[in-house]
């Protein structure tokens, strides 16, 4: 998987978060105050807009204070009944179905069966509850108020907040059901779609070499299973008994070998290692240049905007990824690295042989910097190395330093005086005794063939933890489609307070849209997008211009700039508010097998939240200044 | 609170002293469009004060205001000027509905719950316990002779069975103030006498009880003081009884005469001074009085009650 973004640190986000969004909340409430205060100025001249404006805002304190959960639970009960009313059980009739005619058309025997099932049934319980409670939450509060039953209702001492927030609770309750049943028979579909075994019998099996060395009359064998979901899985069975069944589409069987009967029965389990949640710890990357000096960045190799950078190969450029925490107890055994890398080719030569690359271990106090793996590799292809703990083969070890390049002059670390080549000298380094300084290691990334280039990004190569529990992994990933359903209750329900139904549904599907796109948006607004802003790149799609080209100087030119200049404040503002919807979907991790760590839900749990207390604010402050008897 | 029966008996003298429950100043409601042009002036400048205990009839055609007015009295519209002002709080403040039962002109309900559902409901949205809910619930059902449809969802009901289960959720608080928009439009005429009935007995309870009405019948027989609305105007306010009074003919009524007593009774009021006008019996004057009002305002445009005192006649 190529996940594009830092994964953010929960302790690290969430400072700098609150402030902005506190910020935000305050334009917000300034631009919200300020418009009513207009409008009450419009309707009933400024002497009395100021009294109104006040006394608004003192009731609101009182309104939002004096929430009765009694009132917001029957309230949400109410829309509950609602849903089960329009019949929301149709959308899972649908899903049954789609399930159903999806399990004809799913592939288990393609390369990766797991991800084809997994983003299956992840987009379709995203789209069909997405799509149900924009529509519950967008047309309910309109229905009410234009079949006037929300008249016998506002008469009571309900307040507006709840009559809001009861919506928003009982459509996200209803949701949540719905979700979780789904969820369950999603589960059972995946698992089942997948599960299969393979038979080997004996005439499978064949001995490797009649010269090998026969250990009580036995030899290795060596043979392939049944094929199954189109595919075979090779087995080796020594004669020590000990057997090895090879992974093939994701998973592999454990092999079973009756011998009591005297000819050996062969029996194969279910698949495993299909549905996995792989922990990747993630390091601290830099890069260090052609000369072998440290740099942020490596070389850009044309998409500027792109996260990932270039080393060159054939020279000291390397990506250095530094981890921390790196203890015995975590990892016994060595460091099991994964890594997927972007390979640059200068020229084509051999398109089906990768590039070579190698990979270092290095001490960050001593410098002691041994190159254990050379592997090759070609572009975005995940590759799994190991490195062993006790390291016996080699190809280098040198005690190399790094070098910073400041302004105020050059720094090695460690300082010349301290460097010791006879750290290098050894026949076999220990990981935890040469190579980790308190917990941290750098992980060095080379590219051996010169005018090749590897482009390298922070999540790019991980350690790999012990695996997290695919099934936790899976609930997860309905979270994230839960936090989305829940905004999207939110702005519906809130839209709804002042546009009529299908008015508020097509609101609040450009917001999701909108927060799809925020990030192109963003870009947008920024000019980071080639051939400009907005209306520039319109004159240029008129005028079929080059989108590099400068455009000719000019007062058009100039206006058109100044307007963008407008217009991408304006984008700006809108794609800042509305919610990053495509952060909130973890298909794709769950999908390509990945644990959603704690942070990362932790971040988008707040995130959510930060969202909708202004958006039932609003829905709150448009119910109660509208008249409901219009 | 029980005393106020016999007060509403005695002249308005007695009225003033009682807590005024419902006061509006000068307000006026205008429809707009979504332009903010003017539409209609649903209701203008309306003076009107509703004492504690009394049973107070809008009386009026149908779009002279009436419901607009009581819209406007429970926060349902916000006036365009002026003031509405329910237990001396703002007719916006939710507060205020603690104490307010509410019948609309037509019953909203939500048709997918029944009758036990729905007085739930309402009954949670005043924060009631759910022993006293329940209680009330079931007293309310049994009341409007519903105890053998509670199951059933109200939009198998009836008309006049969807009125019942409105009024009992508008009865679920045990409300000082009662709202009745049109209390008897779809009743039969045995439904529509148990709702005055009804209504008189709240009246006893000690509720003050604003209704509205297009049936002169129906605010005849209930109302302590009735106004009248027509075009958004207040134009005759007043107790009923003092309104039909027609100060300037005297009206006399006895046992069947002979036709030499009818003579000499004439003889006796042309020696004083006066004139037969009329000797049979009397009409429905309500009636008269309300067409007298619209012809009346119809050639004299503009003229009208103000200022929230009683008026005795014209
Ligand atoms: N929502 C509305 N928009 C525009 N005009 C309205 C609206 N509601 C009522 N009106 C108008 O206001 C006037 C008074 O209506 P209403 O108070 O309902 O009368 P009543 O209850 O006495 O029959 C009528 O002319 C009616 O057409
Ligand atoms: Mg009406």
């Known amino acids: 998987m190529v996940i594009e973004s830092d994964i953010p640190q929960f302790a690290e986000w969430v400072g700098l978060a609150a402030r902005n969004w506190l910020i935000a909340l305050g334009c917000l409430a300034a631009i919200g105050v300020l418009f009513g205060f207009l409008v009450a100025t419009l309707r009933h001249g400024p002497g009395s807009a100021l009294r109104i404006t006040v006394g608004v805002l003192r009731n609101a304190l009182a309104d939002i204070g004096g929430i009765s959960p009694r009132r917001v639970l029957a309230l949400a009960r109410l829309a509950v009944k609602e849903a089960i009313r329009r019949r929301v059980v149709v959308a899972f009739a649908v899903f049954i179905l789609v399930l159903l005619f999806a399990g004809w058309f799913l592939d288990p025997g393609s390369s990766d069966p797991a991800r084809l099932y997994l983003g299956f049934v992840l987009t379709t319980t995203s789209y069909l509850v997405l799509l149900l409670v924009l529509f519950l939450s967008a047309l309910s509060l309109p229905a009410d108020i234009t079949s006037r039953t929300l008249h016998t209702v506002v008469t009571k001492p309900v307040r507006s907040s709840e009559i809001v927030l009861g919506r928003m609770l009982g459509f996200t309750a209803m949701g949540t059901g719905l979700l979780v049943v789904m969820g369950l028979t999603s589960y059972v579909f995946v698992v089942r779609g997948l599960s299969h075994t393979h038979t080997l019998g004996d005439d499978d099996l064949a001995a490797v070499s009649q010269t090998a060395a026969e250990v009580g009359g036995k030899v290795t064998q060596t043979g392939q299973t049944s094929r199954v979901h189109s595919h075979r899985h090779k087995v080796t069975i020594e004669p020590s008994g000990y057997h090895e069944v090879d992974s093939a589409n994701g998973h592999s069987h454990e092999l079973q070998i009756d011998t009591s009967r005297g000819a050996p029965v062969y029996h194969l389990g279910p698949p495993q290692g299909a549905l996995l949640a792989r922990v990747p710890v993630y390091g601290k990357l830099r890069f260090r240049d052609r000369e072998g000096a440290d740099t942020e960045k490596g070389i850009n190799v044309g998409d500027e905007w792109f996260y990932r950078s270039y080393i060159q190969g054939g020279s000291p450029a390397s990506a250095i990824w530094t981890f921390t925490g790196i203890t015995p107890e975590r990892f016994p055994d060595g460091l099991p690295v994964e890594m997927s890398i972007g390979v640059f080719r200068t020229f084509k030569g051999n398109i089906e042989k990768g590039v070579f690359g190698s990979l270092s271990l290095r001490n960050p106090k001593t410098g002691l910097t041994v190159e254990t793996e050379v592997f090759e590799s070609r572009e975005f292809e995940t590759k799994e190395v190991y490195l062993p703990r006790q390291i016996k083969s080699f190809s280098s070890a040198q005690v190399i330093p790094r070098r910073l390049v400041t302004p105020s002059g050059e720094q090695t670390i460690p300082s010349p005086d301290q460097i010791n080549p006879a750290l290098a000298e050894k026949k076999q380094f220990d990981l935890y005794e040469d190579l980790v300084a308190e917990g941290e290691v750098e992980v060095w990334l080379r590219c051996l063939e010169p005018a090749q280039y590897f482009g390298a990004g922070q999540p790019d190569l991980y350690l790999r933890a012990r695996d997290a529990s695919f099934a936790l992994n899976f609930a997860k990933g309905y979270l994230g489609i839960w936090l989305q359903m829940v905004l999207i209750v939110g702005f519906g329900v809130m839209f709804s307070t002042f546009l009529s139904g299908p008015v508020a549904m097509v609101a609040t599907l450009g917001a999701l849209v909108g927060g799809m796109f925020s990030g192109f948006l963003t870009d947008l607004a920024w000019g980071k997008v080639l051939g400009g802003g907005p209306i520039e790149a319109l004159i240029r799609l008129v005028t079929q211009q080059n989108q590099i080209t400068e455009m000719d100087p000019g007062l058009r030119t100039e206006a058109a700039q100044m307007l963008d200049r407008v217009l991408q404040y304006f984008l700006w503002a809108i794609s800042a508010i509305l919610p990053p919807f495509g952060e909130f979907n973890y298909a794709d991790y769950v999908a390509y097998g990945f644990d959603i760590s704690g942070d990362l839900m932790l971040v988008r749990l707040f995130s959510a939240a930060a969202y909708l207390l202004p958006v039932f604010l609003a829905g709150y402050f448009f119910l109660k200044t509208r008249e409901v008897a219009r | ?314």
């Open chain 2, 1 to 314: 609170m029980h005393s106020s029966t016999t007060q509403t008996d005695s002249p308005p003298a007695s009225t003033t002293q009682t807590e005024v429950v419902i006061e509006t100043r000068n307000l006026t409601k205008v429809y707009r469009d979504f332009w903010g042009r003017q539409k209609v002036r649903a209701l203008k400048a309306l003076d009107l004060e509703i004492r504690r205990g009394e049973i107070f009839g809008l009386l009026g055609p149908n779009g002279s205001g009436k419901t607009t007015t009581i819209k406007l009295l429970l926060g349902l519209l916000f006036p365009t000027s002026g003031q509405a002002l329910v237990f001396g709080r703002e007719a916006t403040d939710v507060t205020k509905n603690e104490r307010i039962g509410y019948l609309p002109e037509e019953s909203y309900l939500y048709r997918f719950l029944n009758a036990e559902e729905t007085l739930d409901f309402y009954g949670r949205l005043f924060n009631m316990p759910s022993a006293i809910r329940r209680q009330r619930a079931a007293d309310l059902i049994e009341m409007v002779g519903l105890t053998k449809t509670k199951r059933r969802q109200l939009k198998e009901y009836s008309k006049g069975m969807t009125r019942r289960i409105a009024l009992a959720q508008a009865l679920i608080n045990d409300p000082e103030l009662v709202v009745l928009d049109e209390p008897t439009t779809g009743l039969d005429p045995i439904g529509t006498r148990e709702m005055k009935d009804l209504i008189l007995r709240l009246r006893d309870e000690g509720k003050t009880i604003l209704m509205c009405s297009h049936l002169l019948a129906d605010v005849q027989d209930v109302c302590d003081r009735i106004g009248i609305l027509y075009q958004g105007e207040l134009k005759e306010l007043g107790r009923v009884d003092s309104l039909l009074k027609v100060r300037d003919v005297t009206e006399i009524r006895t046992t069947t005469l002979s036709e030499a007593a009818k003579e000499e009774i004439q003889q006796v009021v042309r020696r004083h001074g006066g004139e037969v006008q009329f000797m049979g019996n009397p009409t429905t004057t309500l009636e008269e009085l309300f067409l007298h009002i619209i012809r009346e305002s119809e050639a004299h445009p503009g003229r009208r009650v103000r200022g929230g005192a009683d008026s005795n006649g014209h």
